[in-house]
C-alpha cells in the first residue's frame, strides 16, 4: 500500500510539471508571436576599436530632425541614429527597415506592415508598434518634416505589438519611398530629451557629442538589433568649403571625406595613400526658366528654341561634377527614369529658325538674365556663349547658390543655373517655383499620383517626365556626382546620394 501511494505521487506530480511546462511553452509561443517576447542579443567580442574622422562641408545646426528642415542634421542623423519603417539601399531602392516585411491592398489603400523583433532604443527603451503609431501621429500634428507626405493618411493602427497598419483616404504611390525618409522615422515615445542636443534612436550608432556648426561624433550603440557598426567612433567634422576640407585630409585631420565638389577630390588625384570613388546623386544640375505669364518663357517655343541653343550634352561631358547627360526631371536612381537626354539635340539653326517665329526675332527675348552660382560658372559662360551666338542678348549675374535659389524663388531672373534636388513633384502642380503651368502635364502627373501599384506608378511617371520635356518646361543638363575619399585601411564607404543620405555603419578600418 505504501509503494502504491508514493506512485500515485510521482504521477501527480509529473502531472503538474508537464501542465506547467506546457503551459510555460505556450505563453512563450504567444508571446512570440504577438512580438511581446525578445530574445536578449549577444555583443560579439570581437568589435572593432576604430575610430574615424569623416570630413563634410554644411554642418547641421541643430540635432532636431523632427523640426529643422535642412539636409545637414538628415544626412548626418538618418539611418546612422534615427531609423525608419522602410529603408533605402545603395542604389535607392527601397528595402527593409524597422519593418521587415509589407503587403499593400489590391486597391493601394492599405498598407500591412511587420515589424522587426527585439528592436530597442539606444536608451534602453523596447521599440514597438506603439511607438510607431505615436510617431506617425506626433508627426501629423505638429507638423513635423515629412508631414506632407503624411497628409493622405486616414488612419494608423497597432492590431499587435508587431504589425502596423496604415489606411490612406485615397492611393499614394510615394508612400512608401516617404516612409523611408523623415515621414517614417520612429522616435521613442517614452523619451523626454532636448531633441536639439540630444538623441534617441535606435540606429547602428548613438549621438556621443555635438558640437553646433563644427562636429557631430556618433559612438556605436550597444543595444542595436541588426549588425553592429564596422566602427567603434565616427567624427563627423566639417569644413568650410571644399578647398578646406581637401587640405584637412591631406593634412591627416581626417580620413574619409565626402563631397560635391570635384576641384576638392582633384587635389587627392596622385595621392597613394587616397582612393576616391565617385558615385550618383538626386540632385540635377539644371537650368531654371522663369515661366511666369510676364516672362518670354512663358511662350512654348522660346522654351524649345533655348533648348535646341544649347548643347546640352557637350556641357554635360565636360562638368567634372557630372554622372550623366539627363534631359528630363527624373534622375536614373529615382523612379520613372528613363533617359530623355535626345529630344532636343543640339541644333542652333532649328534653333534660329524657331527665334525667327517671333515678329522681332531675337529682340522679343530682349536680354536675358542668366543667373548662375559662382561654383557654375564656367557653365553659365558657356551657356551665355549659345544664347549669344542664336543672338539672344544674355547678362551673366554670378552669386552665391544660396541666392540663386532666392531669387529662383522670388521670380528675379530670366534663366537660372542651379543644382537641385527638387523632384519632378515640382512640375507635377500649378503651385511651383518655377511659375510652371500646363494642363496636360499636371494631368499626367495627377494620373501618376493615383496609381495603385508601383508598375503602374512608374510607367505614368515616365509619360509625365517626357511630357514635360517635350514641352521644355526648364533644361535638365546633368545628374549630378557625389565623391567619397577613402584613406588607407578606411572602407566601406556608400557613393551613391551621399550629399543628402549617409549610412555609415559599413564603415571599417585597420
Do not use: C
Amino acid at each position: 500500500m505504501h509503494r502504491q501511494k508514493n506512485t500515485g505521487l510521482r504521477s501527480w506530480l509529473v502531472f503538474v510539471a508537464t501542465v506547467v511546462v506546457l503551459s510555460l511553452v505556450a505563453w512563450l509561443g504567444r508571446s512570440w508571436i504577438d512580438g511581446s517576447l525578445t530574445l536578449p542579443r549577444a555583443t560579439p567580442s570581437n568589435l572593432s576599436t576604430a575610430s574615424v574622422t569623416v570630413g563634410l562641408t554644411d554642418a547641421p545646426q541643430s540635432l532636431d530632425i523632427r523640426t529643422d528642415a535642412d539636409t545637414d542634421v538628415e544626412r548626418a542623423l538618418l539611418g546612422n541614429v534615427y531609423e525608419t519603417l522602410v529603408s533605402r539601399d545603395e542604389n535607392n531602392k527601397l528595402v527593409a527597415g524597422l519593418a521587415k516585411s509589407w503587403t499593400v491592398s489590391s486597391d493601394g489603400l492599405t498598407y500591412d506592415f511587420t515589424l522587426q523583433r527585439g528592436v530597442r532604443f539606444a536608451n534602453g527603451h523596447k521599440l514597438d508598434s506603439a511607438d510607431v503609431v505615436w510617431s506617425m501621429q506626433q508627426i501629423v500634428k505638429n507638423k513635423y518634416q515629412g508631414a506632407t507626405a503624411l497628409a493622405g493618411l486616414a488612419s494608423v493602427a497597432n492590431p499587435s505589438p508587431t504589425k502596423v497598419t496604415l489606411t490612406l483616404a485615397k492611393p499614394d504611390p510615394t508612400l512608401l519611398r516617404a516612409l523611408a525618409d523623415r515621414a517614417g522615422i520612429v522616435y521613442d515615445s517614452e523619451w523626454n530629451g532636448d531633441y536639439a542636443t540630444q538623441t534617441a534612436g535606435s540606429g547602428p550608432f548613438k549621438v556621443d557629442g555635438f558640437s553646433k556648426g563644427q562636429s557631430v561624433t556618433l559612438e556605436r550603440n550597444d543595444r542595436y538589433w541588426g549588425d553592429p557598426a564596422g566602427v567603434k567612433t565616427v567624427t563627423l567634422k566639417y569644413y568650410a568649403n571644399g578647398d578646406a576640407l581637401a587640405k584637412a585630409a591631406l593634412g591627416g585631420e581626417a580620413n574619409a571625406l565626402f563631397t560635391s565638389d570635384a576641384n576638392a577630390v582633384k587635389q587627392l588625384d596622385g595621392q597613394s595613400s587616397w582612393k576616391v570613388e565617385s558615385g550618383t546623386s538626386t540632385t540635377k544640375v539644371m537650368l531654371a526658366l522663369n515661366n511666369d505669364t510676364n516672362s518670354i518663357f512663358s511662350d512654348v517655343q522660346a522654351r524649345q528654341a533655348i533648348r535646341y541653343a544649347i548643347d546640352a550634352k557637350s556641357i554635360a561631358d565636360a562638368a567634372g561634377d557630372s554622372a550623366g547627360a539627363l534631359g528630363g526631371p527624373i534622375g536614373p536612381l529615382e523612379e520613372g527614369y528613363e533617359d530623355l537626354s535626345g529630344l532636343f539635340p543640339f541644333d542652333q539653326v532649328k534653333a534660329a529658325q524657331m527665334i525667327a517665329y517671333f515678329a522681332t526675332g531675337s529682340a522679343y527675348f530682349g536680354t536675358v538674365e542668366l543667373v548662375v552660382p559662382t561654383e557654375y560658372q564656367s557653365i553659365g559662360d558657356t551657356v551665355a556663349g549659345y544664347l549669344r551666338s542664336v543672338g539672344i542678348a544674355t547678362n551673366l549675374q554670378t552669386f552665391d547658390a544660396a541666392t540663386v535659389v532666392q531669387r529662383i524663388k522670388d521670380g528675379q531672373y530670366t534663366m537660372a543655373l542651379t543644382a537641385s534636388d527638387a523632384d519632378a513633384a515640382e512640375f507635377g502642380t500649378s503651385d511651383n517655383v518655377f511659375r510652371y503651368t500646363n494642363g496636360t502635364v499636371q494631368d499626367a502627373y495627377k494620373s501618376a499620383m493615383a496609381a495603385t501599384n508601383d508598375a503602374d506608378y512608374q510607367s505614368r511617371m515616365k509619360t509625365f517626365a517626357k511630357t514635360v520635356s517635350q514641352d521644355a518646361a526648364a533644361d535638365w543638363l546633368y545628374s549630378r556626382k557625389t565623391f567619397a575619399a577613402a584613406g588607407t585601411g578606411v572602407s566601406g564607404l556608400p557613393k551613391n546620394m551621399t550629399d543628402d543620405y549617409l549610412p555609415l555603419a559599413k564603415l571599417t578600418a585597420k
